[in-house]
């Protein structure tokens, strides 16, 4: 699977931003993608996934702030941020892996990677 992300910036706490990440090379039988992110001097976590069942998973921290979705012709992967803090400054990275379902956070579970977008939150 083969992905590039695009859609991040600086935006003040508080605001919101919209990424984006277009997919190409995904098999209809099965798959699950994700969003993670990487902050300086940290581990890359797992932030929201969705699989082709269209189920999804969130981490505690952004659920009621993040929205992940999938366009129907399964191209674009959308990650809607809301309600951002310093905290959600990081490294956003989308991620996919073919013949699977269910929407795992985990890192082992994914092995196709985007190059990253930046998103940074300060006033």
């Known amino acids: 699977v083969q992905l590039v992300e695009s859609g991040g910036g600086l935006v003040q706490p508080g605001g919101s931003l919209r990424l984006s990440c277009a997919v190409s090379?995904?098999?209809?039988?099965?798959?699950?993608m994700a969003w993670f992110r990487q902050a300086s001097g940290k581990e890359r976590e797992g932030v929201a996934a969705i699989d082709s069942a269209r189920r999804i998973n969130y981490a505690n921290s952004v659920k009621g702030r993040f929205i992940i979705s999938l366009d129907n012709a399964e191209t674009t992967l959308y990650l809607q941020m809301t309600s951002l803090k310093p905290e959600d400054t990081a490294m956003y990275y989308c991620?996919?892996?073919?013949?699977?379902?269910?929407?795992?956070?985990?890192?082992?579970?994914?092995?196709?990677w985007g190059q990253g977008s930046q998103v940074t939150v300060s006033a």
């Open positions: 991620a996919a892996k073919n013949d699977v379902t269910f929407p795992s956070l985990e890192i082992v579970e994914y092995v196709d």
């Open positions: 090379g995904v098999h209809p039988r099965g798959y699950r």
